[in-house]
Nanobody, 124 residues
Framework: QVQLVESGGGLVQTGGSLRLSCAAS????????VGWFRQVPGKEREFVAVIRWIGGRIYYADSVKGRFTISRDNAKNTVYLQMNSLKPEDTAVYSCAARTASTTWAPWSEYDYWGQGTQVTVSS
């Protein structure tokens, strides 16, 4: 079992930055793919970024490419999401999730472990 806890959310103005953290406990998630997703009430959960264990490949949603950076520190069992140049449309609850390492794309429904989420609000 892997327990995930997000932190780092908050209120920021347009153009500002936040760094989200996803800390794992219970067992190491070194061999897991870890993704960040976000959701606005009434809308479907949206993929943001993923960092894969195999090959360290990283993928971003087009909407955040060039502004967000995902990274992992295996020694600290933590994955980060650095968010720069934030826009009001980035406002959402951000959640991290983990799944067994793979080389294939997976929607959010195929992730096994989830954090509780952290609110990010970008004011205009």
């Amino acid at each position: 079992q892997v327990q995930l806890v997000e932190s780092g959310g908050g209120l920021v103005q347009t153009g500002g930055s936040l760094r989200l953290s996803c800390a794992a406990s219970g067992q190491t998630f070194r061999t897991y793919d870890v993704g960040w997703f976000r959701q606005v009430p009434g809308k479907e959960r949206e993929f943001v970024a993923v960092i894969r264990w195999i090959g360290g490949r990283i993928y971003y949603a087009d909407s955040v490419k060039g502004r967000f950076t995902i990274s992992r520190d295996n020694a600290k069992n933590t994955v980060y999401l650095q968010m720069n140049s934030l826009k009001p449309e980035d406002t959402a609850v951000y959640s991290c999730a983990a799944r067994t390492a793979s080389t294939t794309w997976a929607p959010w429904s195929e992730y096994d472990y989830w954090g509780q989420g952290t609110q990010v609000t970008v004011s205009s």
